[in-house]
Nanobody
Framework: QLQLVESGGGLVQPGGSLKPSCAAS????????IGWFRQAPGQELEGVSC??????GTKYADPAKGRFTISRDVATVYLQMNSLKAEDTAVYYC?????????????????????WGQGTQVTVTS
């Protein structure tokens, strides 16, 4: 059973950077699509970025384009976040689903993601 654990959130000033991590254990990530989602207080869960295994493709939500970069190594997926804004404040979750056919990932169909981490808090404030 694949398990995901996020870390690397924190408190940062506007314009700063953070790089949360999502460490996977239990199974290889090779056939799993990974997504980063976030939920701000009083807001719905929204997709931020996703990555299809094998370097097939990535996707970014409009607020993340040009500022965030998703990447992975063998067992960890990262979300490099630059030029952070107050509106990026949220709990960030990574999630995964098995995708052996390497279909494009989705930031809208959250129900596809069957495995979720516990989240890491990102707070952007001056």
């Amino acid at each position: 059973q694949l398990q995901l654990v996020e870390s690397g959130g924190g408190l940062v000033q506007p314009g700063g950077s953070l790089k949360p991590s999502c460490a996977a254990s239990g199974l290889s990530l090779d056939y799993y699509t990974i997504g980063w989602f976030r939920q701000a207080p009083g807001q719905e869960l929204e997709g931020v970025s996703c990555l299809v295994p094998g370097g097939v493709g990535t996707k970014y939500a409009d607020p993340a384009k040009g500022r965030f970069t998703i990447s992975r190594d063998v067992a960890t997926v990262y979300l490099q976040m630059n030029s952070l804004k107050a509106e990026d404040t949220a709990v960030y979750y990574c999630a995964a689903f098995r995708n052996p056919y390497l279909a494009p990932c989705s930031l809208v169909s959250k129900g596809l993601y069957t495995i979720w981490g516990q989240g890491t808090q990102v707070t952007v404030t001056s």
